[in-house]
């Protein structure tokens, strides 16, 4: 239905995007056409980049939760169909605009972008890349914006988490609750409660080195956490942090997550992997709660 519906849209819709009539040179793009309908694969013509942007070659895709939402018309933006999800990707550059002098072509990149992320090339602000250190590869340098993002964001901006502090962490085993562990545990010295919805995920959350873990599948929270620390509680607890609000405020501490991976204080952890292709698939693994960790797409 998705390709039907994309050859609905096509001529009205993203013809009008082209740029570049005479170039035959084309990408492939995961696009979704219909909201609430499998996302089609579709090749694409290239445009020109403005003088302030990026083209860059992507290598891994990150799959989140308001990737699907977006797809289904649930999210905050609304962008017009037919779009191309994914908000955060790992590549490499390919192309300049001339304006542009925090990356120059051949470097390793990290974005982070509205939409566009899910396909072989993606164009974005200069702004929105940060370059990759040596020692860390694309694949788990795709897993740092959005989840180790909101980590530093949450635990060290915000919470101001200090050593021998306890942390209550929810959803313990998805991404972003294992990249809360990791920075927690490794960076700030401080102790964590796991807290996730069944034993596997409990396990996987100690061993990424949680110093407890609650099921709450299994009873209250609340008495679970009681009998752990006593009446005195904890110090910090994390749930989520999302909107137009993180990105922005993601662009002053990124440096600080990549330096940790660099320095392998953090140990970014993938759940699973994607073809490009198989997006559809990647979906359904995370919205059937089967994913821990981060769910990448690989475009190459």
Known sequence: MAVVAWGRFFARAWLCRRAWQGCSRQYRAAFCAELKQPLAIEKV????????????????????????????????????????????????????????????????????????GMAEECITDQKSLWKIPEGVALREAAVLPISYGTAVLALEHRARTQPGETVLVTAAAGATGLAMIDVATNVLQAKVIAAAGNEQKCKLAMQRGAQSSVNYSQGSLKEAVRKLVGSGGVNVVIDTVGGDVFLEALRSILSSVLRYCQQGRIQPYIGAEFKLEEVNDAFLHVTRRKSTGKVLLSLK
């Open 45 to 116: 013509d290239h445009r020109p980049v403005c003088p302030h942007e990026v083209r860059v070659n992507v290598h891994f895709c990150g799959v989140n939760f308001a990737d699907i939402l977006v797809c289904r018309g649930q999210y905050q933006e609304e962008p017009h169909l037919p779009f191309t999800p994914g908000m955060e990707f790992s590549g490499i550059v390919l192309e300049t605009g001339t304006d542009v002098s925090t990356v120059k072509e051949g470097d390793r990149v990290i974005g982070v972008c509205g939409f566009n």
